[in-house]
C-alpha cells in the first residue's frame, strides 16, 4: 500500500503509524431501500500524542463495464487504409493501445468488459483539506468534513465508526 500526502511528512507520518489503531474508521453507508448499507471501509483518522489529527482516504475505484473494444480485423484495416496516409504507424497504434486495454479489461460476456478496479495511492491530509472518500463499490462518497472533525476531536477510543452517508454512527 502506497500514500501520498498533501505534504511529504503527512504520508511519512501516516506510515510511521500504520500499526496504530486508527481512531475513527470511516465507512461508506450507502445503501438503497430494503438493501444493507454497505460496510467498506474508506478512510480513518488517526491522531498522534501530540495532538496531529490527519485523515487518510483509501483510493480503491469501482469497477466499470462497457462495450468491448473491437479487434483490429482485416475491415478495420481496409476502413483505416483508406482514410489515412500512415497506416501501417496507425495501425501499431491501434495495436498497442489495444493490449495496453487488455491489462486494464477482463471480459464480462455478452460483448462487454469491464475495467480492472485501479488502487491508487491512499491520500493522507488533514480531515478538512479531504471532502470526498473512494468506496470499491459506489465511488466517490462525499463527506461532511465539519461533522467528521467534530466526531474525531469527541472521540477518545479507537474505531469508531463514521458513516459517511449518514454520519455519526
Given at each position: 500500500?502506497?500514500?501520498?500526502?498533501?505534504?511529504?511528512?503527512?504520508?511519512?507520518w501516516?506510515?510511521?503509524?500504520?500499526?496504530?489503531?486508527?481512531?475513527?474508521?470511516?465507512?461508506?453507508?450507502?445503501?438503497?431501500?430494503?438493501?444493507?448499507?454497505?460496510?467498506?471501509?474508506?478512510?480513518?483518522?488517526?491522531?498522534?500524542?501530540?495532538?496531529?489529527?490527519?485523515?487518510?482516504?483509501?483510493?480503491?475505484?469501482?469497477?466499470?463495464?462497457?462495450?468491448?473494444?473491437?479487434?483490429?480485423?482485416?475491415?478495420?484495416?481496409?476502413?483505416?487504409?483508406?482514410?489515412?496516409?500512415?497506416?501501417?504507424?496507425?495501425?501499431?497504434?491501434?495495436?498497442?493501445?489495444?493490449?495496453?486495454?487488455?491489462?486494464?479489461?477482463?471480459?464480462?460476456?455478452?460483448?462487454?468488459?469491464?475495467?480492472?478496479?485501479?488502487?491508487?495511492p491512499?491520500?493522507?491530509?488533514?480531515?478538512?483539506?479531504?471532502?470526498?472518500?473512494?468506496?470499491?463499490?459506489?465511488?466517490?462518497?462525499?463527506?461532511?468534513?465539519?461533522?467528521?472533525?467534530?466526531?474525531?476531536?469527541?472521540?477518545?477510543?479507537?474505531?469508531?465508526?463514521?458513516?459517511?452517508?449518514?454520519g455519526?454512527?
Amino acid at each position: 500500500m502506497t500514500y501520498v500526502g498533501r505534504t511529504p511528512w503527512m504520508a511519512q507520518w501516516w506510515l510511521d503509524r500504520l500499526d496504530t489503531p486508527p481512531l475513527v474508521v470511516i465507512r461508506c453507508g450507502r445503501h438503497a431501500v430494503g438493501e444493507p448499507k454497505c460496510l467498506n471501509a474508506i478512510g480513518e483518522v488517526k491522531r498522534s500524542d501530540d495532538g496531529c489529527v490527519l485523515a487518510m482516504s483509501v483510493e480503491v475505484h469501482p469497477e466499470s463495464e462497457a462495450p468491448k473494444p473491437p479487434a483490429v480485423d482485416d475491415r478495420l484495416r481496409a476502413h483505416l487504409a483508406a482514410s489515412h496516409d500512415d497506416i501501417d504507424q496507425l495501425i501499431a497504434d491501434v495495436e498497442e493501445l489495444i493490449d495496453h486495454n487488455a491489462k486494464l479489461l477482463r471480459a464480462s460476456g455478452g460483448g462487454r468488459v469491464i475495467q480492472k478496479r485501479a488502487a491508487w495511492p491512499n491520500l493522507v491530509a488533514p480531515i478538512k483539506h479531504l471532502s470526498y472518500y473512494v468506496c470499491r463499490e459506489h465511488g466517490e462518497i462525499g463527506v461532511d468534513v465539519e461533522a467528521l472533525a467534530a466526531f474525531a476531536a469527541d472521540t477518545h477510543r479507537p474505531k469508531r465508526t463514521y458513516w459517511a452517508n449518514r454520519g455519526v454512527g
